[in-house]
């Protein structure tokens, strides 16, 4: 409505009700005029003169005018102005007989039963005649500073002492809030009780300018207009600004009296919320304790809801009782407070609990450390340097099954939260599994010290997050199981501290992962906490890994960007795929066999492949260590799978390889019988990898019929002694002082080093039985051949392995010395073909070779010479041979002439000369590779053969060197020419023939 009709029509009522004085009466009598009998309906003259006869009704006889009705039948609301607030909201009330809390003054009239009416308090006559909004009203006295109000409710005034809210206190502002409201003030703004209340125009209850009951409505929402949820508007202290939570439900734990101490029923908002007025009444609070319900402010109406907390009483976090003159943030002792209140104010506490005591930071874990702290009431129970991390989150699905809270930011509990103090202690429970309170001198262990479950094996308090750790119990390192009279660096037994308390500890660890125990020695803390116990004169020391045992700190390699599915570790035992092998790396301390619940619950049970904490079962796919040795799981179903190839045979702890798993039949992960971590038995060899090979390649041994019978290649040599026409081959090795090549050198004692030597396994890889292909065999006893027999590289069909040393040999392929050009079904001694040996292998094998060993040679030997390089070279060279196409009829050079050497043995102009037996001389016969490279078709031509049979002539035909620079010049000089091009040809000089004859 428009606020000017609003007025007027105020205005002009004020004028119809003026007071009777105001109007003039006709001489001798009452006035009937309209304006005053609008009210007073007796005094029409009509009713007054009796012969009037014709009147409308009865004269009526009650005074109408002061009935309440009267009043109401203006102020009905029927008119949208101020008579709204009187009829259709609440209103102060009236007919009935005033309360024995309320005195009401002479001069404001109750009904003739004495009721309060609208007259008790409002008069049409003899009020301010001022025309305005505050005089308008009809008072029966000016209510000035609500002094109408004190006038009746006279106890109401007597400030917080009493019990009531403070009236007349001076504030700089209020809030708009509530003056839009309707809200008045006095003066200099302070509060009055119209601030509050209204006698008309309220829409709840207690004529409230602001309901606290309607739905949907805060039920402290008036209190909270100025109070906001923090009750002190005048402080600045930001941490200062938390209070007990209102409009929330009352906790299920609640024990509510039928009345409180100043005899209010308990009120609760919607019927279980928990409101300003739950604990404070405005007017009727106990003395000089804030309005509070209760006499004691303390304790008992804390614990009326929290009863649950009264468990706090009597332990250590009783502060009353042990530390009665600790100070709260507001200096007052701890004995004048209460135990509550030692720790929480009510209002304007520190951080989301209503801490009582100054905290750096909001977070529910400052609060612990507020007292915990150095210099602090708690300081003989710190949690030192190594305890349980706060702050981390924990896997959802964990955290729903935990049954422990989680806190966010705020403090609230909350399954997305993060761990805090709050997660496993619980500040008012001494122990949760019985009624023990502790005490000031009592020591905590895993059954008490606050926590929110114990740690036996009922409770489970770390098991409750560390679910996949709980597989411990029933097993070896289930101490209760195993040695429970063992003690951890608290000297707790396992009985105190629980199964997970025995190794570690939550507070004051003696190291990293929370340990707490004594540490052994290690690569990193992971093994030094094995090593605890699995050493000689510990709890563990008929477990020990021995002398040989698995290397600990090495990176494996991996192939890019494999997912490794063992863990890796840094030295301080945190998990890192930058990490070294450790203990863990392959066993799982807490799980007896992989994917395990709990232990076999046996004592000193002995573990196989499948389980003794294994992080996966070294099963028949060698699963476990081919995480790591990814290439090695290649032998799986090859002749060194002695399940394949010797099921029967045993390792040196009497075990077959049904029983140990493949890698176990020949290695042992701890207490291994020497270097390799090597299992069974070894025989000769100068080198251990041959040692190792020769013990089962032996007479009587599980691979007797791959013995070597004969002679092999030279063993136990380094590349860098090697004679000086194979280092030429093998400069390219050769590099900033040191040796880097393809095929791997070894030590002695069987490590791999640049410096090594040749032996075993530089040509084998006793893992992988074909180089080129990815996956194994599986078939038993297989004889193998130049593409796989466990070579490092294939020597089918050109001899990679061999040329990978033996460079410019390779210059034999596609020549006619290579037997797939001439001989392709010709023999070696093996009986293999060059299909199935390789180009090298036609003539030289490294095992088995002809009696004597002679350059290796796999043929026969020619009975037309004496001279061993002419015998090998006249094998094939004669009738009936590979070679019969190219027989040599007649030697020229006589052997009785000795030649010396003319060029160093590192020139590339070398000529290698022999003595008898067939060995390399300075000074010695000129024979067939003395002019003849073998392995090369063409002299100084670094490049294979034209791949078929071809005629030579004295620029190829295998001769090491052209016509210009043979070596016949050295002695014949100008007749070097004729004597080199013709010295197998009759027309050569009859007198320079020789025969065949031996030495002497």
């Not at 294979?944 to 010049?969: D, H, I, M, Y």
């Amino acid at each position: 409505m428009n606020s000017y009709r609003v007025l007027g029509g105020l205005f002009f009522l004020c004028l119809l009700l003026l007071p009777i004085s105001a109007v003039a009466a006709p001489e001798g009598g009452q006035n009937s005029s309209k304006e005053c009998s609008m009210c007073h309906l007796r005094w029409m003259d009509d009713f007054i003169n009796e012969e009037k006869k014709d009147l409308l009704m009865e004269m009526p006889e009650a005074r109408v005018a002061a009935d309440e009705m009267m009043c109401y039948s203006c102020h009905d609301g029927s008119i949208a102005d101020s008579r709204f607030r009187v009829w259709e909201t609440s209103k102060h009330k009236s007919g009935i007989k005033p309360s024995e809390n309320v005195t009401i003054p002479e001069e404001f009239p109750l009904d003739a039963e004495g009721k309060m009416t609208c007259a008790t308090c409002h008069t049409s006559h003899g009020v301010d005649t001022r025309v305005d909004m505050a005089s308008a009203i009809f008072l029966r006295e000016a209510n000035v500073g609500s002094s109408m109000c004190k006038r009746c409710h006279r106890d109401k005034d007597d400030g917080a002492d009493e019990g009531m809210h403070p009236v007349d206190v001076e504030f700089d502002a209020l809030p708009q809030e509530i003056l839009d409201a309707g809200a008045k003030v006095g003066v200099k703004n302070t509060v009055i009780c119209e601030t509050c209340h209204t006698a008309h125009g309220s829409t709840g209850d207690n004529f409230l300018i602001i309901p606290n009951s309607e739905e949907g409505v805060p039920q402290s929402k008036l209190c909270e207009t100025c109070h906001g949820l923090s009750p002190d508007m005048s402080s600045d202290g930001v941490l200062r600004r938390h209070s007990h939570p209102v409009d929330v439900d009352i906790t299920d734990d609640a024990k509510l009296p039928a009345r409180w101490d100043n005899g209010e029923e308990p009120y609760l908002g919607g019927g279980k919320k928990v409101n300003c007025r739950t604990c404070h009444s405005p007017h009727n609070g106990t003395k000089k304790n804030h309005l509070l319900v209760v006499n004691d402010g303390g304790d008992k109406l804390c614990m009326t809801c929290h009863s649950s907390k009264e468990t706090i009483l009597r332990t250590k976090h009783d502060i009353p009782r042990f530390n009665s003159k600790e100070p709260s943030a507001d200096g007052e002792a701890a004995a004048n407070g209460g135990v509550c209140k030692s720790c929480h104010f009510m209002h304007k506490g520190y951080g989301p609990r209503m801490w009582a005591r100054q905290v750096e930071g909001e977070s529910l874990d400052q609060l612990c450390i507020s007292c915990h702290a150095k210099g602090e009431m708690a300081e003989e129970a710190l949690t030192g340097e190594h305890s349980h991390p706060t702050g981390v989150g924990v896997d959802q699905a964990v955290s729903e099954k935990s049954g422990l809270p989680l806190f966010n930011v705020e403090g609230d509990v909350d399954v997305a939260g993060k761990v805090s103090c709050a997660t496993c202690h619980d500040a008012h429970l001494w122990a949760v599994a019985s009624d023990q309170r502790g005490g000031k001198d009592v020591d905590g262990d895993g059954n008490s010290s606050f926590l929110r479950k114990s740690e036996t094996k009922q409770q489970a308090l770390c098991r409750s997050c560390h679910q996949k750790q709980g597989a411990i119990l029933g097993t070896e390192h289930d101490l209760s199981l195993e040695a429970d009279r063992s003690k951890n660096s608290h000297g707790q037994g396992v009985e105190r501290s629980g199964v997970c308390g025995a190794c570690h500890l939550i507070h004051n660890a003696d190291g990293d992962k929370l340990w707490g125990r004594n540490l052994g020695v290690g690569e990193d803390v992971i093994e030094q906490m094995c090593n605890a116990c699995h050493s000689r004169g510990h709890l563990a020391e008929e477990k020990m890994t021995g002398d040989e045992s698995h290397p600990m700190g090495g990176v494996p390699i991996f192939k890019v960007g494999k997912e490794h599915t063992l863990p890796l570790y840094e030295k301080n035992g945190r998990r890192s795929r930058q990490g070294g092998v450790s203990c863990a790396t392959c066993h799982d301390l807490h799980s007896w066999s992989p994917g395990s619940e709990r232990g076999p619950g046996e004592k000193k049970i002995e573990g196989d492949r499948f389980n003794s904490f294994l992080r996966q079962a070294n099963d028949d796919d060698a699963t476990l260590c081919a995480t790591c040795h990814e290439v090695n799981a290649m032998i799986l179903g090859s002749d060194h799978d002695l399940r394949v190839s010797a099921p029967r045979e045993i390792n040196m702890e009497r075990l077959t390889a049904d029983e140990t798993g493949v890698c176990g039949a020949c290695h042992m992960v701890h207490n291994a019988w020497g270097d390799g971590l090597w299992s069974r038995g070894v025989g000769s060899g100068k080198n251990r990898n041959e040692a190792l090979c020769n013990g089962c390649h032996a007479r009587r041994k599980s691979a007797s019929k791959k013995r070597l019978h004969g002679p092999k290649h030279p063993m136990n040599k380094k590349v860098s002694e090697a004679k000086a026409t194979l280092k030429l081959e093998t400069a390219r090795f050769y590099g900033k002082g040191k040796i880097d090549t393809e095929l791997p050198l070894f030590t002695n004692e069987g490590e791999r080093s640049p410096e090594g030597d040749i032996t075993c396994s530089t040509c084998h890889n006793p893992h992988r039985w074909d180089p080129e292909k990815g996956a194994p065999r599986a078939s038993k006893n297989l004889e193998g051949d130049g593409s796989n027999s466990f070579l490092r590289r294939s020597n089918l069909p050109t001899s990679g392995l061999c040329v990978t040393c033996h460079t410019q040999k390779a210059n034999v392929v596609n020549t006619e010395h290579d037997m797939r050009i001439t001989g392709q079904e010709e023999k070696n001694r093996l009986k293999q073909t060059v299909g199935e040996s390789g180009v090298c292998s036609a003539c030289h094998v490294p095992h088995d070779s002809m009696e004597g060993g002679y350059q290796l040679w796999a043929r026969g030997l020619s009975d037309k010479s004496e001279m061993l390089p002419e015998r090998l070279c006249l094998d094939c060279h004669d009738e009936g041979r590979v070679g019969h196409d190219k027989i040599v009829e007649e030697f020229s050079h006589p052997e009785t002439v000795l030649v010396g050497e003319a060029t160093r043995k590192k020139s590339k102009n070398y000529v290698p000369l022999y003595d008898p037996s067939g060995q390399k001389s300075n000074a010695g016969i000129i024979t067939c590779p003395t002019c003849h490279n073998p392995h090369s078709w063409t002299p100084e031509n670094d490049r294979q053969g034209p791949g078929r049979q071809l005629e030579g002539n004295n620029r190829s035909s295998f001769l090491r060197f052209k016509s210009a620079r043979n070596v016949c010049s050295d002695c014949h000089g100008i007749e070097s020419l004729r004597r080199y091009k013709y010295f197998h040809s009759e027309r050569s000089d009859k007198k320079s023939r020789r025969r065949l004859r031996p030495w002497n």
